[in-house]
């Protein structure tokens, strides 16, 4: 099978190696669709240098060949279903893991091939072989957005993170790809009013058209209502700061965004003691947050968000290309579609 490997700053090769034995508890998916998000762009352009590196992980595809005692199983997908794939790996034995929170497993991810590529999901290739437990049927849906599930459930487990609740006022930070989700799923789970904040004038203009109920400039706060949640899908030390200012008394702040090499941030302690603040972070995403992604896909309550969110789509062979654009332009979804 054909296999992209980063091999450094602005360099990909594509090697042919041999298509993945399945064992009795995996299944092997033709990949459909791979989804290139912010660390394939940072792989790419040298901001991540980790190579050579069997990137993406954003991945949909249709079942190829299921182990033989996965497929005795009633929920495994069967041949030829559409899934959306799930490439973390989770050891099971870490106190992360026992506690039930494998977005945290102290295991490190990925594993070394053996043509020698770091495996960072590895999706974008023909095939990806994957435990039967990680795979997740999503129904008759275009491939492009079945990739998606592996964002959507980052922000199903961002929303857990943050108590969200039907009729919870909610303010997104940042109008990127992540707080158009975040946007889709606080609208769909019934937020009495989603507010989006942004700094660039083009983005607040095109995060209309997904209906929030106000789109604002940072120094815009004072003309909507604080919010009982706050979602910072920015990674930067303004982000939270404007967060503290919109976020209500006895609200929440959850903390999507993460940079390790952002500048660090200032949390206000007695403000946070004396207004009832609740801070936390969201990294990731646990079974349970694939669950609702999936039977979202599946049944379509997503579909007219999700796809103006494809920015651009490129065959396998014109992998570089599409590195390229994700690491040098602003785009929301760039897909390889082997």
């Given at each position: 099978?054909?296999?992209?490997?980063?091999?450094?700053?602005?360099?990909?090769?594509?090697?042919?190696?041999?298509?993945?034995?399945?064992?009795?508890?995996?299944?092997?998916?033709?990949?459909?669709?791979?989804?290139?998000?912010?660390?394939?762009?940072?792989?790419?352009?040298?901001?991540?240098?980790?190579?050579?590196?069997?990137?993406?992980?954003?991945?949909?595809?249709?079942?190829?060949?299921?182990?033989?005692?996965?497929?005795?199983?009633?929920?495994?997908?069967?041949?030829?279903?559409?899934?959306?794939?799930?490439?973390?790996?989770?050891?099971?034995?870490?106190?992360?893991?026992?506690?039930?929170?494998?977005?945290?497993?102290?295991?490190?991810?990925?594993?070394?091939?053996?043509?020698?590529?770091?495996?960072?999901?590895?999706?974008?290739?023909?095939?990806?072989?994957?435990?039967?437990?990680?795979?997740?049927?999503?129904?008759?849906?275009?491939?492009?957005?079945?990739?998606?599930?592996?964002?959507?459930?980052?922000?199903?487990?961002?929303?857990?993170?943050?108590?969200?609740?039907?009729?919870?006022?909610?303010?997104?930070?940042?109008?990127?790809?992540?707080?158009?989700?975040?946007?889709?799923?606080?609208?769909?789970?019934?937020?009495?009013?989603?507010?989006?904040?942004?700094?660039?004038?083009?983005?607040?203009?095109?995060?209309?058209?997904?209906?929030?109920?106000?789109?604002?400039?940072?120094?815009?706060?004072?003309?909507?209502?604080?919010?009982?949640?706050?979602?910072?899908?920015?990674?930067?030390?303004?982000?939270?700061?404007?967060?503290?200012?919109?976020?209500?008394?006895?609200?929440?702040?959850?903390?999507?965004?993460?940079?390790?090499?952002?500048?660090?941030?200032?949390?206000?302690?007695?403000?946070?003691?004396?207004?009832?603040?609740?801070?936390?972070?969201?990294?990731s995403q646990e079974p349970a947050d694939w669950r609702t992604a999936a039977e979202l896909l599946r049944g379509g309550a997503l579909t007219a968000r999700l796809e103006p969110l494809?920015s651009a789509r490129y065959p396998l062979d014109d992998v570089e290309q599409a590195l390229r654009q994700t690491a040098e332009t602003p785009v929301y979804r760039v897909v390889v579609?082997?």
């Amino acid at each position: 099978m054909r296999t992209a490997v980063i091999t450094a700053a602005g360099q990909v090769d594509l090697r042919d190696i041999p298509v993945p034995d399945v064992g009795d508890d995996e299944v092997l998916v033709r990949v459909a669709a791979c989804g290139l998000c912010t660390m394939e762009g940072n792989l790419y352009a040298g901001r991540m240098p980790v190579y050579p590196t069997a990137a993406g992980h954003e991945v949909a595809g249709w079942v190829e060949r299921v182990g033989a005692r996965a497929g005795e199983l009633e929920d495994v997908p069967g041949v030829g279903e559409l899934v959306a794939v799930d490439l973390l790996t989770r050891c099971g034995a870490c106190r992360g893991c026992r506690g039930g929170g494998s977005a945290v497993c102290a295991s490190p991810q990925g594993g070394m091939r053996a043509d020698g590529a770091i495996t960072m999901g590895a999706g974008l290739a023909e095939y990806v072989r994957v435990p039967a437990a990680q795979v997740w049927s999503v129904g008759d849906i275009a491939p492009e957005l079945a990739a998606m599930g592996e964002p959507l459930a980052c922000v199903v487990h961002s929303l857990r993170r943050g108590g969200f609740q039907a009729g919870d006022r909610v303010t997104v930070i940042g109008a990127g790809y992540m707080g158009h989700l975040h946007l889709a799923l606080a609208r769909h789970f019934q937020a009495r009013s989603v507010v989006v904040v942004e700094r660039d004038e083009q983005r607040r203009v095109d995060i209309l058209a997904a209906g929030p109920d106000a789109a604002v400039a940072p120094d815009r706060l004072a003309d909507v209502p604080r919010a009982d949640v706050v979602f910072v899908t920015i990674a930067s030390r303004e982000s939270i700061a404007t967060a503290l200012e919109a976020v209500a008394d006895g609200g929440r702040i959850v903390l999507f965004g993460g940079s390790p090499d952002g500048p660090p941030a200032e949390l206000p302690g007695y403000e946070v003691h004396r207004r009832q603040l609740t801070v936390t972070g969201s990294y990731s995403q646990e079974p349970a947050d694939w669950r609702t992604a999936a039977e979202l896909l599946r049944g379509g309550a997503l579909t007219a968000r999700l796809e103006p969110l494809v920015s651009a789509r490129y065959p396998l062979d014109d992998v570089e290309q599409a590195l390229r654009q994700t690491a040098e332009t602003p785009v929301y979804r760039v897909v390889v579609t082997p």
